[in-house]
């Protein structure tokens, strides 16, 4: 083996989301990591199980933490997002909200992007208010000037871009300095790019977290979260996972890490075929704008061309003003967009979105507002879809 060759290049994401976090050899040749089920671990002597209480043995202890399926994803995570280590639990917003609490303590101040995903929202104004600690809001596009909003007891800078529902790209290393100078940690909910469109430690963050459910999973059948930490920020975070005890289980471990391994070639039609759509509807004279950073022209789209290395396939359009009932009627109607929340399936999914929740910012189209996820059907047949749609809206 010594006098081969080393390969030159660093593997891309492709070969990545193939190779990491399985280990062939070490399950009996099987490809994929099985499902290990598994709550009681037993020692083969008093001497081991006394080790082992004293923290001073490798192997595994109990079923809750270290089972392969799930130690095999959160490895794999960790390398793609650029971290130190991951920790898997049972759903985005567990991902979201745990290091919030496992980062701050009473009397600190946390801000968050005005853009927030709802639920990580009513998790800051409903619960960490009930520990003591303040929460703020900030406008999405501040960048540096966030430098006005921090406090001598601003503990965390909580990010997420593009934001949910209205897209805006956010300036992460302009913010990530400002939080850094002032001796804060940045938070960034990474689920729109996913760890392979940006890789969140080259930009200066110092957690990253995602709603596996989305992308990783792939296939509208997945609860999971991801939580990527620093050397520095690890420790803490392992430590609130712990003792809460809401590890991931192996079973959606397993479908996690095989959504992982086709996640490049899906999200690669997932942005081709949104970026057709989107060209097509931005010359409907029934769309006022297409709110899509991979597209060129569209809001943040300069920033998102500096830092991200590809899109997903959600994204919205502001219709022009028309009767809340033609709307429906055009969504009704349609064959293969099917209205859900979530995304991130092979599915296409259309929602109107009829309020965002915001405390500082603005955010009111002009006219009815679809939120969009392009799954990986033929690009055709969804044009198709969407026309007929149209021809709904304006009847
Ligand atoms: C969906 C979503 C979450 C929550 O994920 P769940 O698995 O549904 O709890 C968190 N953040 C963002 C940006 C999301 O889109």
């Known amino acids: 083996m010594s006098d081969q060759p080393k390969p030159k290049r660093k593997p891309g994401p492709a070969t990545e989301v193939t190779h990491l976090g399985r280990e062939p050899g070490r399950h009996l040749g099987a490809i994929n990591t099985p499902v290990y089920r598994a709550s009681t671990i037993l020692f083969d002597s008093v001497a081991h199980y006394e080790a082992s209480q004293r923290g001073e043995s490798t192997s595994l202890v109990y079923g809750l933490r270290g ?25 985005g917003l567990a991902a979201t909200t745990l290091p919030l609490l496992a980062l701050t303590s009473a009397g ?7 853009s927030v995903y709802g639920p990580t929202r009513r998790f800051c104004d409903k619960q960490l208010s009930r520990f003591g600690v303040e929460v703020s809001y900030y406008d999405p ?5 966030i430098a006005g909003a921090m406090r001598p007891n601003t503990r965390v800078v909580f990010l997420e871009s593009p934001g949910s529902l209205s897209f805006e790209v956010q ?11 002032h001796g804060a940690l940045v938070l960034l909910d990474n689920t729109w790019a996913t760890p392979l ?30 939580i990527v930490g620093s050397e520095a920020t690890f420790p803490s975070l392992h430590r609130l996972w712990t003792d809460i005890g809401v590890a991931a289980s192996s079973d959606d471990c397993f479908l996690a890490l095989r959504g992982l391994r086709t996640l490049a070639v899906r999200l690669a039609r997932h942005q081709a075929s949104a970026l057709r759509i ?9 769309v006022a704008e ?29 219709l022009r003003p028309a009767p809340k009932a033609r709307v429906a009627a055009m ?20 929602l109107p979105i009829n309020d965002a929740v915001r405390s500082v910012t603005r955010w009111s189209p002009e006219g009815p507002y679809l939120r969009l996820h392009v799954g990986l059907e033929d690009p055709d047949d969804l044009i198709d879809d969407l026309a007929g749609g149209f021809a709904r809206l304006g009847a």
């Open 331 to 350: 969504l009704d109607g349609l064959r293969w967009f099917k209205l859900g929340v979530s995304w991130g399936g092979f599915e296409s999914l259309i």
């Open 197 to 226: 469109h940006f890789r969140a430690f080259d930009h200066g963050v110092d957690v990253a977290v995602h709603a596996g459910t989305k992308y990783l999973g792939g296939h509208s059948d997945l609860l999971i979260g991801l």
């Open 67 to 91: 089972l392969p399926t799930v130690t095999d994803l959160q490895a794999a995570v960790a390398t793609l997002e650029g971290g130190y280590a991951a920790l898997a639990v049972p759903s």
């Open 171 to 181: 300036d992460v290393a302009a913010i990530a300095a400002v939080a850094h100078a």
């Open 108 to 114: 600190d101040h946390v801000l968050v992007t005005d």
């Open 290 to 318: 297409v709110v899509y950073p991979a597209l060129p022209g569209a809001r943040g789209h300069a920033l998102w061309k500096r830092d991200f290395a590809g899109a997903c396939g959600l994204f919205g359009v502001i």
């Open 141 to 145: 596009l501040i960048g540096s000037g």
């Open 278 to 286: 989107a060209e097509w509807l931005r010359e409907r004279q029934e």
